[in-house]
């Protein structure tokens, strides 16, 4: 029986020619929503200023940040920002805006389910599923076990570990001072001792501490490039055999393995009773990877994304806040001249920085926070809009990109007198309660601020930094060490220096000189 059916024939060709017209109807079709829910959007939020002459938030990246905040002060009175601002189209096809307003910030940031961390797919790349990443009940669960890592007794331990690494910096110094007469200190040197510091409060000095440094540096030699090409290319970037695609897998998976080697030696040292953090040789107490082991029922995985979380969210910014703080030291002698008496009376030359010397250098913490204050690491931070909603008065459509803008609050002269000043003083607990009673009346504020949330360089809300005590003892110690022995200083004739985005808030290119404390000479 002969088979009366055609043959099947495959049209390459016009298979090709459907899939295109399939593929570009459903592209066209998704610009056309953009479109839509973007007007949308726009209508919503038409009656909000607009920055002119600013590329919409590409400005604030980079050398125009300055510029791209003072767009947002209001014209009445520049000393104060508008509350909201519409700061143009966003990178997920929205619109942004920036909220100015602490009232609204404090809304937001408690609002963990309306208001979602925006996808963060390229660090996704670095930290995997993180604290800093992780949502809903995967991250209640991490952040309830993490949270100890970061209390008084666990902090008393990572101090000495701080002040040891910033002694092995301080040799350096002297050492080069005396070939050359100075050291040229930037943001790449104080970068190199936060990022030592953080390594060996995670990981002591268990792995071969260079070479940590050097796999760590290797991953963020080019940011730009790995989040352009993540974001635009996709997973396929990280298998692309360039420096900031395939580089930066290869560089996390070799650090990911020395982790989890780790992780088997120091299971055996328990298991066989081995006094683990004394045999490493830390010079603390217990380090980070130790406490995360100590705790039932975290996956490895797990273990190795959060120990790569705290080395990316704990370094890069508090280099940023000490390089500022070494700019004001080098602008203003009067500052540096009074910390440098308080540390000589407190902690002379020679004596450790211990935890507790820190909690009685008093004007030290009013300094690191007054730099806090005027140069926030995390100018702002950014949320999407799960829905249509209402945060005041103000109508935020659904997938609005937010930023909470710490750099305006902290600028504004509703919340602080003279805001553009650097003044360490207005930090005093006296001053502080003053200010506080002056603007709330007989109810200050519980923390002696004008407003609880007119200082937020660590955020706010549930998912505020962890790290913050961490990162304003590491802040101190690192000051305290380099200002006791040294003074910091700027040429003469050195331009003034531009903020800028670069990927926290640095001073751009700044180099301070240190030269070898005059009284020390004197001693000597
Ligand atoms: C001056 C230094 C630091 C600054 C200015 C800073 C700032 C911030 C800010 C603004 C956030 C909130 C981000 C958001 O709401 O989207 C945050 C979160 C976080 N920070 Fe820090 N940070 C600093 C140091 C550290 C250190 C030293 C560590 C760890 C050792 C750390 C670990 C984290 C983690 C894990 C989160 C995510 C918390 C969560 O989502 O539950 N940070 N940080």
Redesign the pocket.
């Known amino acids: 029986m002969s088979d009366s059916r055609p043959p099947v024939t495959l049209d390459t060709w016009k298979a090709l020619q459907y899939a295109a017209i399939g593929v570009g109807s459903y592209g066209v079709v998704r610009c056309m929503w953009a479109g839509v829910r973007y007007l949308i959007q726009l209508e919503d939020l038409k009656d909000l200023p607009r920055p002119e002459k600013l590329l919409p938030i590409v400005d604030a990246f980079g050398q125009h940040f300055s510029d791209f905040y003072n767009a947002m002060r209001d014209p009445k009175d520049p000393t104060r920002f508008h509350k909201v601002v519409n700061i143009g189209p966003s990178f997920n096809l929205g619109q942004a805006i920036s909220i100015n307003d602490p009232d609204m910030i404090a809304a937001v940031?408690e609002d963990n389910e309306t208001f979602i961390?925006p996808p963060t797919s390229a660090i996704k790349e670095i930290i995997g599923n993180g604290?800093?990443l992780s949502t809903g009940a995967v991250?209640h669960r991490q952040?309830k076990l993490l949270t100890p890592m970061f209390h008084f007794s666990a902090l008393k331990d990572v101090s000495v570990i701080m002040a040891a690494n910033c002694k092995q910096t301080l040799d350096r110094i002297h050492q080069t001072i005396k070939d050359k007469g100075a050291f040229e200190c930037t943001r790449a040197d104080l970068g190199e001792l936060t990022l030592s510091i953080?390594i060996d409060s995670a990981f002591s000095r268990s792995f071969d501490h260079d070479w940590m440094v050097w796999a760590w540096q290797r991953i963020f030699a080019y940011p730009v490039a790995f989040f352009l090409g993540r974001m635009m290319v996709g997973p396929l970037w990280c298998r692309l055999p360039i420096p900031s695609g395939g580089g930066v897998r290869f560089h996390r998976q070799q650090i990911a393995a020395k982790i989890r080697q780790e992780m088997v030696i120091r299971r055996k040292e328990r298991a066989d009773g081995v006094d683990t953090h004394t045999s490493r040789g830390s010079e603390g107490g217990k380090d980070l990877l130790d406490e995360l082991i100590a705790v039932d029922g975290i996956p490895d995985e797990m273990i190795v994304d959060e120990a790569l979380?705290?080395l990316l969210?704990?370094h890069e910014?508090?280099a940023?806040?000490v390089t500022w703080a070494m700019y004001f030291l080098a602008t203003r002698r009067d500052v540096q001249d009074r910390l440098q008496s308080e540390l000589d009376s407190v902690v002379p030359a020679g004596e450790t920085i211990t935890f507790d010397a820190i909690g009685r250098l008093d004007y030290l913490r009013c300094f690191v926070k007054e730099t806090?204050r005027m140069y926030?690491?995390?100018p702002f931070?950014?949320r999407v809009a799960t829905k249509r909603t209402h945060v005041g008065t103000q109508v935020i459509p659904k997938g609005t990109f937010v930023w909470l803008s710490a750099y305006a609050v902290h600028r504004d002269s509703t919340y602080w007198d003279e805001p553009d000043t650097f003044k360490p003083e207005r930090w005093a607990d006296a001053a502080l309660r003053e200010a506080a009673k002056e603007f709330n009346g007989e109810t200050p504020s519980r923390r002696g601020l004008r407003h609880t949330h007119s200082f937020i360089?660590?955020?706010a809300g549930p998912?505020?930094?962890?790290?913050?005590k961490?990162?304003l003892l590491?802040?101190q110690v690192m000051v305290a060490s380099l200002l006791r022995d040294f003074d910091v200083s700027l040429p003469p004739d050195y331009p003034p220096v531009i903020a800028g985005v670069a990927p926290t808030l640095v001073p751009m290119g700044l180099k301070v000189h240190l030269t070898e404390r005059k009284k020390n000479v004197a001693a000597v």
């Open positions: 940031l961390k604290l800093a991250w952040r953080i979380t705290f969210a704990g910014t508090t940023s806040v806090l926030p690491p995390v931070v950014g360089p660590f955020g998912r505020n930094c962890i790290g913050q961490f990162a590491e802040a």
